[in-house]
């Protein structure tokens, strides 16, 4: 089994595409008002327009059950992380060793936080 596609609810459609497409630098497939995917190595990544917007202070301090933290691998994690810093997307981890792999954490325009670690182990 594998995972086939995550649905991400967002609340205004066009900031979340670029978020995802500009300062993550996924390849866009296909942009609707409602539905939106990216092509991605495995699953699809898909933004679906919702009416509001989850608590964003809550979501960042709180674990609660039911929700999900995505995680993305990129080849360089401090050239990501760079990129992300110099586009002000807020970062709750900079890049930190856990279990010998560098993991950062980032928050998207919605609140959802996301892990992203390098290829392979930390040195």
């Known amino acids: 089994m594998r995972i086939n596609y995550s649905i991400i609810f967002v609340s205004e459609m066009a900031r979340s595409v670029a ?10 497939k296909f942009e609707s008002p409602g539905w939106t ?3 991605t190595d495995g ?5 679906h327009k919702c009416d509001d917007s989850a608590d964003k202070a809550n979501l960042q301090q709180t674990e609660l059950a039911g ?5 993305f691998q990129v080849s360089d994690l401090d050239e990501f992380h760079s ?5 002000n997307v807020p970062c709750l981890q900079e890049p930190t060793e856990t ?7 980032y928050v ?7 892990s992203v670690s390098g290829e392979g182990t930390s040195e």
Do not use: S
């Open 19 to 28: 978020f995802y497409r500009d300062m993550i630098g996924m390849p866009l």
């Open 37 to 39: 995917e990216f092509n």
């Open 43 to 47: 699953a699809t990544w898909a933004l």
């Open 67 to 71: 929700l999900c933290r995505p995680g």
């Open 83 to 87: 990129r992300m810093a110099e586009n």
């Open 99 to 105: 279990f010998g792999v560098r993991i950062a954490q």
């Open 108 to 114: 998207d325009p919605d609140g959802l936080i996301f």
